[in-house]
C-alpha cells in the first residue's frame, strides 16, 4: 500500500487527490508545521534527505516532488486514466502543464510569499527598510511574471475544458496548487477561467475526499 507523507496545507494535498481519483488505497501520515517557522518539521528528515513533503512510500520506494509523484503513480497505477495517450497534442499539452506548474507558476508565487512575510517579521524599526528593499523587486519583477502567467493560464483555459483538452487529467491536478495560492495572493478579479476551474475541482468528489483525509486545507 502507498504511504503518503503528507504535510499539512502544502503540495502534498494533490497527492492525496489524485490518490482519490485513482480510487487507490492509501495511508496517510500527517506532519504539522512549525506554528513559528511553518516549516516543515524535522520527523521528515527521516523519510527524505531533504526532510520536505510530498514524499510516498511504496513497496520499498521512496519518490519526492509532485510531478515525479504524479508520473510514477499514474504509470504504475492509473491503468491509461488521467493521461492522454501518446502522440497526441493532449499528450503534449499534459506534459507542458505537468511541468509548468512548479517549474514556472510556483517559483514568483513563492517570492511573493518569502517577501511578504518578510516584512510582516520584521522588527519595527526594521520593517521599513524591509519594505523599501523589497517592494521594487515585487513591483518590477515578481508582480509582473504573476500577472502575466495568469493571464497565460487565463487564455489557455479559454480555449480548453481542461489543461489538457476536454478530458481531467492529473495536469488538472498539478495546476491546482499554483491556481489556489495565486487566489490568495494576487487580484482575480479579471481571471473568470481560472475561478470556474478552482469552482470545478473543489466541486470533484474525490478532491472532497482528499480534504477529508488529509485534514484542514487552507487553500481550498
Keep these: ?7 499539512e496545507d502544502s503540495r502534498s494535498q494533490r497527492v492525496l487527490w489524485l490518490m482519490e481519483e485513482l480510487g487507490l488505497a492509501y495511508e496517510v501520515k500527517r506532519y504539522d ?14 523519510v527524505h534527505p ?3 513533503s510530498p514524499v510516498i ?13 504524479m508520473d510514477y503513480v499514474v504509470g504504475r497505477y492509473g491503468g491509461g486514466r488521467l493521461i492522454p495517450a501518446e502522440g497526441t497534442d493532449a499528450r503534449l499539452d499534459y506534459v507542458y502543464w505537468l511541468h509548468f506548474a512548479e517549474g514556472s507558476a510556483m517559483p514568483p ?9 518578510m516584512v510582516q517579521r520584521s522588527p519595527k524599526l526594521l520593517k521599513g527598510v524591509v519594505k523599501a528593499v523589497t517592494a521594487p523587486v ?13 493571464a497565460f493560464i487565463e487564455s489557455h483555459l479559454a480555449v480548453s475544458t481542461w489543461f489538457a483538452g476536454p478530458e481531467f487529467t492529473a ?5 491546482s496548487f499554483p491556481l489556489e495560492a495565486a487566489a ?21 468528489p474525490a478532491y472532497v475526499r482528499a480534504l477529508e483525509r488529509g485534514g484542514p486545507y487552507a487553500f481550498a
Excluded: C, Y
Excluded at 57 to 69: C, L, S, Y
Excluded at 171 to 175: P, S
Design 1 to 7: 500500500m502507498i504511504t503518503v507523507h503528507h504535510l
Design 109 to 117: 508565487l513563492v517570492m511573493k510569499l518569502i517577501f511578504t512575510t
Design 171 to 175: 495536469a488538472d491536478i498539478m495546476m
Design 50 to 52: 531533504l526532510g520536505k
Design 138 to 150: 515585487l513591483a518590477g519583477f515578481v508582480e509582473p511574471n504573476i500577472a502575466r502567467q495568469l
Design 57 to 69: 512510500g511504496d513497496d520499498g520506494r521512496v519518490v519526492a516532488e509532485t510531478g515525479a509523484i
Design 184 to 204: 490568495q495572493r494576487a487580484d482575480m478579479s479579471a481571471m473568470p477561467k481560472i475561478a470556474a476551474f478552482l469552482g470545478d475541482i473543489h466541486a470533484r
Design 33 to 46: 508545521r512549525d506554528p513559528k517557522t511553518r516549516l516543515a518539521p524535522a520527523e521528515l528528515l527521516k
